[in-house]
């Protein structure tokens, strides 16, 4: 065991939810037996290759003679005793509450190392609470799901550098016995936090939606992506059909796609096409991580076309455009920039969002299409280590400082990245109220090109205080 993780936080927030999933088993957490004093359980832990002790601070929420607070009081500065590390937790969909900022207290003046971890962190609910908790002043909050394995490689990117130091100590204990190797697994110019890549994998398929206004050539497509017809004739060997979406192994890629074409026979049915396409572009919107929007080369960016692409922009996911039917288009060349121009124009929101072009019905362009995909996803799930972005943000200031409204020259501080799935950042800013949408047009501009994240929608946030 290298080192020992303290798991802390008030009741409810997810604390034996990842004590479970470190240990792997889910212990019995069922206490038939009222008044049974849980207090500490420890496990052994792992994550990634990382082997260590966790301890979860279970049991608060049982009534005892003395306050809640006494006693957590005394719980917590027991596990932080204990423990090397000590991992606190919140609830990032109710935000910070005052109990949270007495632990805050408490580990600020006991523990020698916190990881402040932001809790149930799936979805956008969580995004305010993500924010919320760079109040603690506990450092950067990570942004992980306990019950749905969110965050762990960064959880992991967090542990690794410390448990390097422990695994030191370990090793001088053990005199000259074998250390694991716990090197870091990317170099960084020797910056501890390492990029977390994303892969798709069975667990966690890709998600795409192909979205477009009807006869685009959305069945068409998805038909081909699936191989040939597959679609009409229901479920075979690799395919596996839900309600809303059809599993398939793309090229090596665990991939669900949207199923607009079953949704679509059903609105023939009822002869609302378009009515329902709308809904259903909606739906798929809110279903994927990269959503496809397929244009009609012949009638490119209609109403609706900008419409859903634009709502996949404010949703937050990663924008694939691609032009379909390329097969029957003359004068490609002349196309293709008239198609590029319009899109700079119509979709500014979406700068440099890749623009492919297909057809579906014989297949030229999909590998191309399938890469683009890929590329979003991985830009969209980019995360940007905290020195590289601040050694950004000064050149950015010095080559165009902000304005000093009143004679008072608005200081940005500080950056970071508080999440990724898109990439969202947070300034610490003297006086964000004052600081000109211009100012932080050209930071955001500035990070898609400093940092390679064409297409996806970034997120910069302005925070006082800081
Ligand atoms: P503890 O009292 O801090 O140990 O909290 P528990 O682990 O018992 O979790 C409290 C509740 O939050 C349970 O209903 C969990 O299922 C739920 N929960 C835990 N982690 C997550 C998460 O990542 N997302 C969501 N939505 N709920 C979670
Ligand atoms: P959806 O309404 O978006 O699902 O569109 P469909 O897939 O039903 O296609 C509408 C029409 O466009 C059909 O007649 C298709 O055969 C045709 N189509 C789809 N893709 C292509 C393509 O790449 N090239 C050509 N020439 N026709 C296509």
Redesign the pocket.
Known sequence: MSFTLAIVGRPNVGKSTLFNRLVGKKLALVDDQPGVTRDLREGAARLGDLDFTVIDTAGLEEATDDSLEGRMRRLTERAVEMADICLFMIDARTGVTPTDEVFAEILRKKADHVILAANKGEGRAADAGVIEAWNLGLGEPLRISAEHGEGMADLFGALLPLSEAFADRTARAEAAAPVMDVSLPEEDGGEAEAEAAWVPSEERPLQIAVV?R???????LINKILGEDRLLTGPEAGITRDSISLRIDWEGTPTRIFDT?GM?KKAKVQDKVEKLSVADGLRAVKFAEVVVVLLDAAIPFEQQDLRIADLAEREGRAVVVAV??W??EDEKQDKLKALKESFERLLPQLRGAPLITV????GRGLERLREAILKAHAVWNRRVSTGQLNRWLSGMLEQHPPPAPGGRRIRLRYITQAKTRPPGFVVMCSHPDKLPDSYSRYLVNGLRTSFDMPGTPIRLTMRGQG
Do not use: F, H, L, Q
């Open positions: 477009g009807p006869n685009a050539g959305k069945s068409t074409a679509r379909n039917k097969d029957i057809s579906a019905k014989t």
